[in-house]
């Protein structure tokens, strides 16, 4: 892992690089997140957010959802892969939220993950984005990325999400999350991270070991 001096490092020059970087999903309110951060698994934010657009046209609420069909609704959100499991943790989803929470998404880590594919990452992205709640989302960008140059040291989704808790200021941690993100599609890519024209290479260990 990186020494706190170049962790700072890191961290000023990814808020110089993406300052303003916000989640690239998109929604009007929480339940839209919600359900958008269920399909975004394993499915990119692009396409994501043609299925919404046209699916929120019609169905914006919990009680909209439930008067689909799991049928239904898988043709709605078949072009974001595994939409069987997700369709049925969607309407699972919704029936709670309309049982239990009259509707309304809840607010808090704890309640969020009692929800049908919904994991810490999802519950993060909500609570952070939506709730304004210092939080770090984990997803496969940010623990390859905070892996690779050494803000974590993990191959554990979990323990690099508390490390990245220690080594980021608490005020930066949703920032942070957007940083490592957009450094993830843009540079940092999982097959072939474009080192050379990185900024952070001086301090990043997998450019160091890599040479």
Excluded at 13 to 39: D, K, Q, R, V, W
Excluded at 40 to 62: F, G, H, L, M, W
Excluded at 72 to 89: A, D, H, P, W
Excluded at 99 to 116: A, H
């Amino acid at each position: 892992m990186l020494s706190k001096a170049k962790i700072k490092n890191v961290l000023r020059i990814l808020e110089e690089m993406y300052a303003g970087a916000e989640s690239e999903l998109n929604y009007s309110n929480a339940f839209e997140l919600l359900i958008a951060t269920i399909l975004a698994a394993q499915c990119t934010d692009k396409r994501v957010n043609e299925v919404t657009k046209e699916i929120y046209k019609e169905y914006k609420s919990p009680e909209d959802f439930l008067t689909l069909s799991q049928v239904e609704l898988e043709k709605m959100v078949k072009s974001c892969g595994f939409y069987k499991n997700k369709s049925q943790n969607i309407l699972a989803t919704c029936r709670i939220l309309v049982e239990k929470y009259n509707g309304e998404v809840p607010s808090t880590l704890e309640e969020l993950t009692t929800l049908p594919g919904v994991g810490r990452k999802t519950a993060n992205v909500v609570i952070s984005n939506v709730f304004g709640q210092d939080a770090i989302p984990v997803d496969t960008h940010v623990f390859r990325v905070s892996n690779r140059l050494g803000l974590a040291s993990s191959d554990n989704v979990l323990t690099t999400e508390e490390q990245l808790m220690k080594n980021i200021p608490k005020r930066k941690w949703s920032e942070a999350h957007h940083w490592l993100i957009y450094h993830g599609r843009r540079i940092c890519k999982a097959r072939k991270p474009q080192c050379e024209e990185c900024p952070l290479s001086i301090d990043c260990l997998h450019f160091k070991n890599s040479k």
